[in-house]
């Protein structure tokens, strides 16, 4: 079972993937980490109790006008179907610009609070289960230093 690290300026949030929920988002994701995609980029939107989003190539440089718009170049589509498709605090879920048109952006989700019109939305593929107070310190333009995915 694969999990992830992702370190930041104010801590480190350890993942638990949904592998059986969201399996094709969860190989795109560790593919992105491991090759380094997600190092140095920031998040980019942060909305107070909803959520922490980052993933896009442009927020290297958060004065980029093209912040928030970018991905890698390709779209994969959402899984909504899986048991876990449940927006709660921690939960990484795909942003996206319509139904199967995601990418490289995802989020975190604060809280329960604003969160349920996402269910059945976007694709949630995994949840923060250690550093999970990182996720209410992060503002915008915090840096993802690196995502290390781990083999368990």
Same mark, same amino acid.
């Given at each position: 079972?694969?999990?992830?690290?992702?370190?930041?300026?104010?801590?480190?949030?350890?993942?638990?993937?949904?592998?059986?929920?969201?399996?094709?988002?969860?190989?795109?994701?560790?593919?992105?980490?491991?090759?380094?995609?997600?190092?140095?980029?920031?998040?980019?939107?942060?909305?107070?109790?909803?959520?922490?989003?980052?993933?896009?190539?442009?927020? +290297?440089?958060?004065?980029?006008?093209?912040?928030?718009?970018?991905?890698?170049?390709?779209?994969?589509?959402?899984?909504?179907?899986?048991?876990?498709?449940?927006?709660? +605090?921690?939960?990484?879920?795909?942003?996206?610009?319509?139904?199967?048109?995601?990418?490289?952006?995802?989020?975190?989700?604060?809280?329960?609070?604003?969160?349920?019109?996402?269910?059945?939305?976007?694709?949630?593929?995994?949840?923060?289960?250690?550093?999970?107070?990182?996720?209410?310190?992060?503002?915008?333009?915090?840096?993802?230093?690196?995502?290390?995915?781990?083999?368990?």
């Amino acid at each position: 079972m694969k999990k992830a690290e992702i370190h930041t300026p104010k801590g480190v949030m350890k993942v638990d993937f949904y592998t059986e929920d969201a399996p094709n988002t969860v190989a795109n994701f560790i593919k992105l980490a491991e090759s380094g995609y997600y190092d140095g980029l920031a998040f980019h939107r942060v909305i107070p109790n909803f959520v922490i989003q980052g993933g896009c190539p442009f927020s +290297k440089d958060m004065s980029d006008r093209r912040v928030g718009t970018g991905g890698p170049g390709y779209s994969i589509d959402c899984e909504l179907k899986g048991n876990n498709q449940y927006h709660d +605090k921690g939960v990484l879920s795909m942003a996206h610009a319509g139904r199967n048109t995601g990418g490289s952006q995802f989020f975190i989700c604060h809280s329960r609070d604003n969160t349920s019109h996402l269910d059945g939305n976007h694709t949630c593929f995994g949840k923060v289960y250690e550093g999970v107070e990182v996720i209410d310190n992060i503002r915008q333009g915090d840096k993802i230093e690196k995502i290390v995915v781990i083999e368990e």
